[in-house]
């Protein structure tokens, strides 16, 4: 047996080992994506700042905090005000119900750290959580992101698997009341 084999089989397995590990430039792609698309507006919590609301990155991308109980939802008058956010911009409530942000970050109880690469994408594509759950509640604009290209939403997930995982149990989204605000 010549040495030419096992050096092979050693290649192999290195690029075999690799084949499902997204590169630094898909990461890269994914983070600029995340970044241009508003994905920070809503899923990374508002502190206080010196100068007013800023994201809290130290929570970045960690969706509602699960510490901020919130109260029962402004009752609004008739049309045409038909939905409201918290300051935190993490909650909001609408005709659809109350929905919270959900966690992006790996955490792989509260977040998308369980998740696959498949049900990222179906649950793009369906526009419903793990591509057959309940339905993605405004104000996500899941419609945005179903315009996005495979390899695009691939970076978008590989960066969200990439960040800091951040332990964050996200309240489950509340049905809307019996009589629903009339849209005008």
């Known amino acids: 047996m010549s040495l030419t084999r096992p050096f092979l089989l050693a290649l192999l397995g290195v690029a075999l080992a690799q084949a499902g590990t997204p590169g630094k430039s898909v990461i890269r792609r994914g983070a600029y994506l995340v970044s241009i698309s508003g994905c920070h507006d809503c899923h990374t919590p508002l502190k206080m700042g010196p100068k007013g609301p ?3 990155m130290t929570r970045m991308l960690s969706g509602h905090p699960e510490a901020l109980k ?36 790996p955490d792989k109880e509260t977040g998308l750290g369980s998740w696959t690469e498949a ?25 945005n992101l179903q315009l996005v290209s495979e390899p695009d939403l691939k970076a978008i997930f590989a960066y969200l698997q990439s960040i800091p995982a951040i332990h964050n149990r996200v309240p489950a989204p509340i049905e809307p009341a019996a009589t629903p605000i009339p849209m005008h």
């Open 54 to 56: 800023e994201p809290d």
């Open 119 to 143: 049900q990222f994408l179906q649950m793009v594509r369906t526009g419903r959580h793990l591509g057959q759950g309940r339905r993605i509640l405004p104000p996500m604009p899941i419609q």
């Open 70 to 105: 919130m109260p029962p939802a402004p009752k609004l008058p008739e049309g045409p005000w038909g939905w409201v956010g918290s300051l935190s911009m993490t909650a909001f409530t609408g005709p659809w119900g109350v929905t919270y942000t959900a966690n992006l970050t």
